[in-house]
């Protein structure tokens, strides 16, 4: 319990946890419940020392009003079975529900409120609007207790507001987190590789403006990697491509090529004519990483290129890795994923420093069916460590200095 010490005796007093529980739902069937794992040594550690828990967390994108497809009620209940306690639900953030749910704790027992942001103060730029909403939730706890790693980079209610409102303290699911990313931004290791792919390519070009004179190399595959061919003068087909950065990429290329940074690209790409979906059957291709189909989009790096990634990885002390290779969700384009993958197993075992970022990275590696401890530490934040990786401050953890 050292790490609540600021908070004095827990017992008896009701505690606010702001977890991270949004886990990916098919329905109402969690699909990978990572992060509620995550999230079970802070609730229980408070929870046996005689706190009244009480969780709040967020599940998707509602637009700040309740919306049942986000309900939290299903992780509540996978939230409780895990714990191996019975665990309350409220079906509102802050009302009626909330305050005789929160009323009726006994000591140890925990309860999860619904979705925070139902509420549209939440995530409010509006800080007046936020603040007010934060008042609400702080008058339902005693302390507060940030273990929401997901969320630390986020300027919300639930995370940085309320933490200006109650006694706090940092979560233990936090502070690990916090530990890893240090050990990478502090004197890595090296060789330090850094791999990066996934979808959100403006989003992750920042970490590559910070990282280029710190990584060895760096390693980009997923949907970004389009954008840096376009910057090469190379035909992307109807592959994602972000028109606007080609000129940022052409730049790194640059920049890397002057401080002896590697950049390594794919020199083959898996495509086909349509983005997977369920009514046709993939028909995959392998091309060229200079001659991408006019017609033909890239979902996949190639075979050469996932056992050239895998090289550069497999050489490395410290490796970060945020962003799956391709569609891995289609396994036709799954294999340059599992390579990386593989590869950053093999830095595990060699006794190096493998870390995995992001929501889809993370279930990636557990649907092609890798185990968590084979990699030294799974994040349970994507945004949030490419964030701290880029220099930035983050809200959530400024907010607990003060
Ligand atoms: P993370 O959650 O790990 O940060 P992102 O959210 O950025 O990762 O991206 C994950 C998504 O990127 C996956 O759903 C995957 O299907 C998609 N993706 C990977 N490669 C491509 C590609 N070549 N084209 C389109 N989408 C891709
Ligand atoms: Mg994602």
Redesign the pocket.
Known sequence: MSEYSSLGDVAGKRVLVRSDLNVPLDGTTITDEGRIRASLPTIRALAEAGARVVVTAHLGRPKGEPEDRYSLRPVAERLGELLGREVAFATDTVGDSAREVVAALADGEVAVLENVRFNAGETSKDDAERGAFADELAALADAFVSDGFGVVHRKQASVYDVAQRLPHAMGGLVAAELDVMRRLTEDPERPYVVVL????VS??LGVIDNLLEKADALLI???ML?TFLAAQGHPVGK??LEEDQIDTCRAYLARAEESGVRIVLPTDIVVDTAFPSGDREPEPEVVGADAIPDDA????IGPESAAAFADVVREARTVFW????????TPAFAEGTRAVAQALVEVTAQGGLSVV??????AAVRTLGFADDAFGHISTG?GASLEFLEGKTLPGIAVLEQ
């Open positions: 792919g996934g979808s959100k989003d992750k595959g997923g949907g389009f592959s994602l989009l890239g979902l996949d945020n962003g799956p290779m391709g569609v891995f969700e970022g992001g929501g889809d990275s993370a994507g």
